[in-house]
C-alpha cells in the first residue's frame, strides 16, 4: 500500500515480456519462433519445465536447452567469480555433450556392422 492510500499491485512475473525469461532467450538465440513460445506455454498446464515441452515437441534441442539455462544464470550473475563459475559449467556441458554424441555414434557403428555382417561385434570402448 503506498502513503496515499492506494494499493499497487505488484510487478508481477511475465514469461512474455521478461527478456530473462527461458522463452524470450530462446527466442533472442532464433531457437524457436514467438508462436512456438505461445503453444509451448499453453502446454505448461502439464507443470513440466518450459523448456522439457519444447524439447517434447521437437522446437529445442537438450543442448539448447542447456545453453539457455546457462545464459539464465549469467544473467542473474553478480559478481566475476559466478561468470567464471558459469563457464566452467558451459565447458562441462560441452565435454558431457560430446561423450553423448560419441556414445551414440559408436553405438550406430556396433549396430551397423552387426547388421551388414551378421556377427555381433565386442564393445572394446572403456576395455
Given amino acids: 500500500m503506498s502513503i496515499f492510500g492506494f494499493l499497487i499491485a505488484e510487478k508481477k512475473y511475465d514469461p512474455y515480456t521478461d527478456p530473462d525469461s527461458f522463452g524470450n532467450i530462446a527466442i533472442e538465440k532464433s531457437y524457436i ?25 521437437g522446437k529445442l534441442t537438450a543442448w539448447q536447452r542447456d545453453e539457455i539455462l546457462i545464459e539464465q544464470e549469467k544473467r542473474k550473475a553478480k559478481s566475476p567469480n559466478e561468470l567464471s563459475m558459469l563457464e566452467l559449467k558451459k565447458q562441462r556441458q560441452v565435454i558431457h555433450h560430446i561423450r553423448r554424441q560419441m556414445d551414440d555414434l559408436s553405438n550406430a557403428s556396433k549396430e551397423f556392422i552387426e547388421a551388414v555382417n551378421g556377427v555381433e561385434v565386442e564393445d572394446k570402448v572403456g576395455s
Fill in 33 to 57: 519462433t514467438r508462436d512456438e513460445l505461445l503453444s509451448a506455454l499453453d502446454k505448461q498446464e502439464e507443470r513440466l519445465p518450459l523448456g522439457e515441452i519444447l524439447i517434447s515437441m
